[in-house]
T-cell receptor, first 113, second 113 residues
Framework: DQQVKQNSPSLSVQEGRISILNCDYT??????FLWYKKYPAEGPTFLIS?????DKNEDGRFTVFLNKSAKHLSLHIVPSQPGDSAVYFC????????????FGKGTKLTVNP | NAGVMQNPRHLVRRRGQEARLRCSPM?????VYWYRQLPEEGLKFMVY????????ESGMPKERFSAEFPKEGPSILRIQQVVRGDSAAYFC???????????FGDGTRLSIL
């Protein structure tokens, strides 16, 4: 039962353009969402998060949008840079519980120079 | 480097042997999480520990797997009588007070011959 889904295994964009990574979830109890970036042979690195009481959170080139009614969130990266090439994982938690992260399978982003 | 430290980075075991994976959390963090990543998959929660306590082990296989986080020293994930299906990357994460975000180590790649 995949509670967090990233339906695009890969995405390729040109440098300078916008990258949009999507994530859907099925568990309506999730109330906090995070995006992690992962390079090969390294651990995931936290990027940005959003609480379910918000619909947008921005940090520099990264913006996360949350649509609770659609159970959908997206990560926008603009402008995209070659160093952004990595696997991006969407994760969700139910706050107040054990805070265990439920991850999607990831989307591999390639930013072409 | 004050990050989450995992060792060894790579571990090779033969079927039937024991594997011990170690995790030292970030300074000031008293909450440790273990996740496992199979090839082409997202990270899957295994266990959540505080010092000397297991808080949530709902993701741990019922047999052969155990975890501890003693008062002194690193957290240990122990796999007894390893089988080929245990081959995976095992990631440890830590946080202060069970809050978000969790910070990850670079993982231990376990290979079973």
């Amino acid at each position: 039962d995949q509670q967090v889904k990233q339906n695009s295994p890969s995405l390729s964009v040109q440098e300078g353009r916008i990258s949009i990574l999507n994530c859907d979830y099925t568990n309506s109890m999730f109330d906090y969402f995070l995006w992690y970036k992962k390079y090969p042979a390294e651990g995931p690195t936290f990027l940005i998060s959003i609480s379910s009481i918000k619909d947008k959170n921005e940090d520099g080139r990264f913006t996360v949008f949350l649509n609770k009614s659609a159970k959908h969130l997206s990560l926008h990266i603009v402008p995209s840079q070659p160093g952004d090439s990595a696997v991006y994982f969407c994760a969700a938690i139910v706050q107040g519980g054990s805070e265990k992260l439920v991850f999607g399978k990831g989307t591999k982003l390639t930013v072409n120079p | 480097n004050a990050g989450v430290m995992q060792n060894p980075r790579h571990l090779v075991r033969r079927r039937g042997q024991e594997a011990r994976l170690r995790c030292s959390p970030m300074k000031g963090h008293s909450h440790v999480y273990w996740y496992r990543q199979l090839p082409e998959e997202g990270l899957k929660f295994m266990v959540y520990l505080q010092k000397e306590n297991i808080i949530d082990e709902s993701g741990m296989p019922k047999e052969r797997f155990s975890a501890e986080f003693p008062k002194e020293g690193p957290s240990i994930l122990r796999i007894q009588q390893v089988v080929r299906g245990d081959s995976a990357a095992y990631f440890c994460a830590s946080s202060p007070k069970g809050s978000q975000p969790q910070h990850f180590g670079d993982g231990t790649r376990l290979s079973i011959l």
